[in-house]
């Protein structure tokens, strides 16, 4: 494998201590007989307390950055033994990362993989294999460990084991009795589904805000007073009338849970998820939700058809329980042309996240459609408060309209970004946005109307302030188009690497041009000029007479980004970046081959470096002793510490005040 490292360690782990090795994952390994040429391997990991292992499963379609999957490697299989299907590995745990928008799988405390093989050659005592795998706390640690499996005696009866110890540490053997590997078809996994509860409480509310929306469209708000009418005149008294109410805002909530049960159930929670992620579902929901757009835009109606609701309705006539539990239902069915399009989009995004986040969606959004129909029917003067109906409801309607659009291009930046198609780069995605929110302040001003809207006599000033919100958000994004980060809508547009000019439109978004650069260097974030190859950044420095910051990085770091983002975007951070140090950055997940020449085997970890990303990583564990990033080192001419190494340091005065104390060192 083409070793990948994702190193992120905060800064109190090493703040006040010297950098050292980080071991957390403690493997062993055994070997069950099956037959006499038929073995099963096993390899268990203990892992210490709030570290996480990957599984090989993890997805990658969250581009560079994405959490990395353990890979196993059999060697000397071909005339010694077969392998029967593929590693199966014991149940994992899922996790949504918001800042790759990706979900990741992962162990926690031990991990147990097994291989079933077929021996070929009857004089095989051995066998060797290896996995690269990434375990991540406030760090994430590339590691690799090689299995040496030695077959039981062949003459051996039943199914004896015989437990190999692959490190200084005694393989437990309660552990190893009770490590269980469900049995499965060849590549299955089994997967636990356990959506963070900070996740579903997310989602729950921006149901709700989504079912309030909904409140406020055309088809739903009308009938609040009508409903509340009905409950009002038909009860025969106000305590009946209030409980028929409460039952009939309960209706609502079971029947959009229902649906998202059925969500659920019919596809699977993983199976959503995994189609969530996939490129052509991607493009499906993108073709989905312009389609919702457009509805709401006023292009068309998406309805049911009449039939359902006139059944309905027939059956609400009878009255009693059942009659309201129809009225609901109607609800459902005459408001889908409103509703519709947000309880799809909600289902979507929902279903992405897997597990029961379509339900906990459809709770969030039914009880905020259901509330008002239960309190205004306990409290029916609060009706006298309520706002008539009027062309604002279409407003609202509209508006939904373009947030619809814009949420649907998000869909189609994944499809893109995934299949590596660069149709969809960051400034197109930008201009596409900017247009959208353009166009939709210039419909709140009234510049603009749709086909289904009033006359504009005048804007209220509700409406003006929307204007002004939405037409702000706008300009904010006007400079994202020139290398602007955009740090509060980060999450959504591709990163500054996939886009047309990662530098900006004119080829240096921070005032940097590429002309005259220093041999070997390279523009980077925020224009600084940055050196990828130590010995080019090395000779640099020695001319210029500065000082020389190490910057231990990855293309898959997460807080690398974080850093270069928040941290290094601070004005007198960049400042000192950009004129009192030489920056190297040295790549540790770099997958390019060094030349034939230029490949040893490491003297400390007696590997063999083949990559630059290997070289990177040997020099920071040779050199500095550790092998977690980000991790920055300023230095002398002579190579020699200017102060203690830092890792990831949110603070910016923190970090400021680490690189002046460096600085201030340097003769």
């Given at each position: 494998m083409k070793k990948i490292v994702l190193f992120l360690l905060s800064f109190?782990?090493?703040?006040n201590t010297y950098a050292q090795m980080v071991n957390p994952v403690k493997w062993s390994s055994r070997v069950a007989k099956?037959?006499?040429?038929?073995?099963?391997?096993?390899?268990?990991?203990?892992?210490?307390?709030?570290?996480?292992?990957?599984?090989?499963?993890?997805?990658?379609?969250?581009g560079v950055g994405a959490p990395l999957p353990a890979e196993f490697n059999f060697t000397e299989a071909k005339g010694n033994y077969e392998l029967i299907g593929k590693v199966i590995e014991s149940p994992y745990k899922k996790q949504y990362n918001d800042v790759f928008e990706v979900n990741e799988y992962f162990f926690e405390k031990k991990v147990t993989f097994t291989q079933k093989i077929k021996v070929i050659n009857p004089n095989l005592t051995t066998i060797k294999a290896t996995i690269d795998y990434q375990v991540c706390k406030e760090a994430c640690i590339n590691g690799d460990f090689a299995f040496r499996f030695t077959l039981p005696n062949t003459a051996t009866a039943a199914v004896p084991e015989t437990t190999v110890k692959t490190d200084s540490v005694p393989a437990d053997s309660s552990e190893v009795a009770k490590a269980t590997v469900v049995p499965q078809a060849d590549g299955a996994?089994?997967?636990?589904?356990?959506?963070?509860?900070?996740?579903?409480?997310?989602?729950?509310?921006?149901?709700?805000?989504?079912?309030?929306?909904?409140?406020?469209?055309?088809?739903?708000?009308?009938m609040i007073p009508m409903t509340v009418s009905f409950f009002t005149k038909q009860s025969k008294t106000p305590a009946q009338g209030k409980r028929n109410a409460i039952f009939y805002g309960i209706s609502i909530i079971a029947i959009y849970v229902l649906l998202g049960s059925l969500v659920t159930g019919i596809f699977g929670a993983e199976a959503l998820n995994e189609l969530s992620t996939d490129v052509w579902f991607n493009l499906f929901f993108f073709i989905l939700l312009v389609i919702f757009a457009a509805s709401f835009l006023?292009?068309?109606?998406?309805?049911?058809?009449?039939?359902?609701?006139?059944?309905?309705?027939?059956?609400?006539?009878?009255?009693?329980?059942?009659?309201?539990?129809?009225?609901?239902l109607a609800l459902a069915i005459v408001s889908f042309s409103c509703t519709g399009p947000i309880v799809g989009t909600l289902l979507v995004e929902s279903a992405s996240k897997g597990g029961i986040a379509p339900i906990v969606g459809m709770l969030g959004f039914s009880s905020a459609l259901a509330l008002p129909f239960m309190l205004f029917a306990m409290f029916p003067g609060w009706m006298h408060s309520l706002p008539k109906s009027g062309g604002w409801l279409n407003t609202v309607k509209v508006s939904l309209g373009f947030l619809e659009l814009a949420l649907a291009f998000k869909f189609l930046s994944n499809a893109d970004l995934v299949l590596q198609l660069h149709l969809l780069e960051r400034e197109v995605f930008l201009a596409i946005w900017i247009a959208i929110f353009?166009?939709?302040?210039?419909?709140?001003l009234g510049k603009i109307t749709t086909p289904h809207d009033s006359p504009v006599t005048h804007i209220s000033v509700g409406r003006l302030s929307l204007a002004l919100l939405v037409l702000a958000f706008t300009v904010y994004m006007i400079p994202g188009l020139f290398g602007a980060p955009l740090k509060l809508i980060s999450a959504f547009p591709p990163p500054q690497t996939y886009s047309e000019s990662p530098t900006g439109f004119f080829g240096a978004s921070a005032g940097t041009s590429k002309e005259g650069l220093p041999d070997g260097a390279k523009i980077g974030e925020h224009g600084i000029i940055t050196f990828t190859d130590y010995a080019k950044g090395f000779a640099y420095a020695k001319q210029v007479n500065k000082p020389i910051m190490l910057d231990f990085t990855g293309f898959a770091c997460v807080n690398c980004r974080k850093m270069e983002i928040n941290v290094w975007s601070d004005e007198k951070v960049l400042s000192v970046l950009k004129n009192e140090v030489v920056l190297i950055s040295l790549y540790v997940d770099d997958k390019r081959k060094l030349p034939a020449n230029e490949q040893y085997v490491s003297k400390t970890t007696g590997k063999k470096v083949v990559t630059i990303?290997?070289?990177?990583?040997?020099?920071?564990?040779?050199?500095y002793k550790?092998?977690?990033?980000?991790?920055?080192?300023?230095?002398?001419?002579?190579?020699?510490?200017?102060?203690?190494?830092?890792?990831?340091?949110?603070?910016?005065?923190?970090?400021?005040?680490?690189?002046?104390?460096?600085?201030?060192?340097?003769?």
């Open positions: 109190m782990a090493f703040a099956i037959s006499d040429t038929e073995y099963t391997l096993v390899m268990e990991g203990k892992i210490d307390n709030g570290w996480h292992l990957y599984s090989q499963y993890t997805p990658q379609d969250g996994v089994s997967k636990t589904n356990k959506e963070p509860e900070k996740g579903l409480w997310t989602i729950f509310f921006l149901a709700f805000l989504g079912g309030f929306a909904a409140l406020l469209t055309p088809c739903v708000f009308p006023g292009a068309f109606e998406i309805m049911l058809p009449n039939s359902w609701a006139n059944k309905v309705d027939r059956q609400a006539d009878k009255g009693g329980v059942v009659g309201i539990l129809f009225m609901a353009g166009v939709w302040g210039l419909y709140l990303g290997n070289k990177w990583t040997d020099f920071i564990i040779t050199r550790t092998n977690t990033q980000p991790y920055y080192v300023l230095t002398d001419l002579q190579e020699q510490k200017l102060n203690e190494p830092i890792g990831y340091t949110p603070d910016i005065a923190e970090y400021l005040a680490w690189l002046k104390e460096g600085i201030s060192k340097f003769k």
